[in-house]
Nanobody, 125 residues
Framework: QVQLVESGGGLVQAGGSLRLSCAAS????????MCWFRQAPGKEREFVGA????????YYTDSVKGRFTISRDNAKNMVYLQMNSLKPEDTAVYYC??????????????????WGQGTQVTVSS
């Protein structure tokens, strides 16, 4: 299992930007398909986006397309979530998650076995 630690959350005004980081331990980071999820108060944890193990492809939920960008640096064992044009409805705890690429693509929370502790993002109106 890979160990994950998120950082970079905070309070930002609507229209602003934040960059979240997720640091992964282990020597096999490049074997993992990485995702970002988020959970708002009283709501289910939802898929935000994903990046393939070599960074060649990314996927996003419709509500963040054109505003959020996922990237990774396998040499540093890092994955990032650049969030622009933030809206109050983006307020949530954001989590990174890892899935062995051999298991295939998934955006289902239950299919991810490795999670970080989360980082709070609050967008004020």
């Amino acid at each position: 299992q890979v160990q994950l630690v998120e950082s970079g959350g905070g309070l930002v005004q609507a229209g602003g930007s934040l960059r979240l980081s997720c640091a992964a331990s282990g020597r096999t980071f490049s074997s993992y398909y990485m995702c970002w999820f988020r959970q708002a108060p009283g709501k289910e944890r939802e898929f935000v986006g994903a990046i393939t193990r070599n960074g060649g492809s990314t996927y996003y939920t419709d509500s963040v397309k054109g505003r959020f960008t996922i990237s990774r640096d396998n040499a540093k064992n890092m994955v990032y979530l650049q969030m622009n044009s933030l809206k109050p409805e983006d307020t949530a705890v954001y989590y990174c998650a890892a899935r062995d690429y051999r298991l295939g693509y998934s955006s289902r929370r239950a299919d991810f076995g490795s999670w970080g502790q989360g980082t709070q993002v609050t967008v004020s109106s």
